[in-house]
Nanobody, 121 residues
Framework: QVQLVESGGGLVQAGGSLRLSCAAS????????MGWYRQALGKQREQVAI???????NYADSVKGRFTISRDNAKNTVSLQMNSLKPEDTAVYYC???????????????WGQGTQVTVSS
């Protein structure tokens, strides 16, 4: 069984910073990519930032220059440093482990339970 546990959400004023962390645990052989998605009230879930095993990263245009994703492949953890936060960053943020290969040799995508980030103006 694989679990993703997130931490670090909360309430912050515009211009402030937050750091989200996520740890994947369980019978994990490898993970192709880890990243963060978010879903604001009434909107579709969108990709925020993602990083692959070889270190390539991709950011949503709306967060480029403000957010930084980092990953520890050995520990199966991923973090998202969010600076210069804006009210429009308010959303539930979900950690994702994509293409996770378990010891059963099956590859699947896994999601965390979500953590609320609220940015006040």
């Amino acid at each position: 069984q694989v679990q993703l546990v997130e931490s670090g959400g909360g309430l912050v004023q515009a211009g402030g910073s937050l750091r989200l962390s996520c740890a994947a645990s369980g019978s994990i052989f490898s993970i192709d990519a880890m990243g963060w998605y978010r879903q604001a009230l009434g909107k579709q879930r969108e990709q925020v930032a993602i990083t692959t095993t070889i270190g390539s990263t991709n950011y949503a245009d709306s967060v480029k220059g403000r957010f930084t994703i980092s990953r520890d492949n050995a520990k199966n953890t991923v973090s998202l440093q969010m600076n210069s936060l804006k009210p429009e960053d308010t959303a539930v943020y979900y950690c994702a482990a994509l293409g996770l290969l378990g010891y059963n040799m099956r590859r699947s995508d896994y999601w965390g339970q979500g953590t609320q980030v609220t940015v006040s103006s």
